[in-house]
Every structure is written in C-alpha cells, then in structure tokens.
C-alpha cells in the first residue's frame, strides 16, 4: 500500500517562510516523479513544482524564485521550501507521485498516488 504523508503546514506572515515535507512509504520503484499542487478555495487544483527522477525540476511561474523543490531518496521523502510568501499562497498543498520517472510537472490526472493535503495560510 502506497502511502504519501505530508507535513510541515501552518499559518505565516507574507515574507515569512515555510518547508512541507512528504515522505513515501511503500512504494517499491527507485525511478519516479514528484510534483507539489496547491488548491485554493473555490479555485482548480494547480500544479507549483515538480521535480523528475534525474532531479531536474520545474515551476509554476508564480512561485519561481520563492519556492524550491527538493528530495531525498535516501529518506524517500520530497520537500518544498517557500520564501517569500504572499497571501495569494494560501491553499491546501498536496504531494504526488507518478510512475512516468521523467515527468516535471504534469497535469492532475499523470499522477497516481495523493498524499492528504497540509494547509497553508499566509495573513497580510
């Protein structure tokens, strides 16, 4: 059983900073990709950083220079450095896993494991 657990939410000021981390259980593969969403209420689950195999990684452009996505595979868990943060950034933060090893920042649907989501809330 594929499991994917985050942490590492809370409330912060705007500028303030936050890591989430999502740590992997139970999947058996070495080559695989990540990917960080975000949905805020009353918007569509957007995709922020992704992050292949290889380590190369991709991001949203309304994150780029603020967040950073990182893992280690000897730990099995992803993380997600946000700096800077904005109110516009307050949102549910979800993890996935796809089995496409190459894969930077796909679309929801090429992803199949979801970890439960970890609130962020940034107050102005």
């Known amino acids: 059983q594929v499991q994917l657990v985050e942490s590492g939410g809370g409330s912060v000021q705007a500028g303030g900073s936050l890591r989430l981390s999502c740590q992997v259980f139970?999947?058996?593969?070495?080559?695989?990709?990540m990917g960080w969403f975000r949905q805020a209420p009353g918007k569509e689950r957007e995709g922020v950083a992704g992050?292949?195999?290889?380590?190369?990684?991709r991001y949203a452009d309304s994150v780029k220079g603020r967040f950073t996505i990182s893992k280690d595979n000897a730990k099995n868990t992803l993380y997600l450095q946000m700096n800077s943060l904005k109110p516009e950034d307050t949102a549910m933060y979800y993890c996935?896993?796809?089995?496409?090893?190459?894969?930077?920042?796909?679309?929801?649907?090429?992803?199949?494991?979801w970890g439960q989501g970890t609130q962020v809330t940034v107050s102005s």
């Open positions: 139970g999947y058996a593969y070495s080559e695989y990709s």
């Open positions: 992050i292949d195999s290889g380590g190369v990684t």
């Open positions: 996935a896993l796809s089995y496409r090893w190459y894969l930077l920042l796909g679309d929801d649907d090429e992803y199949n494991y």
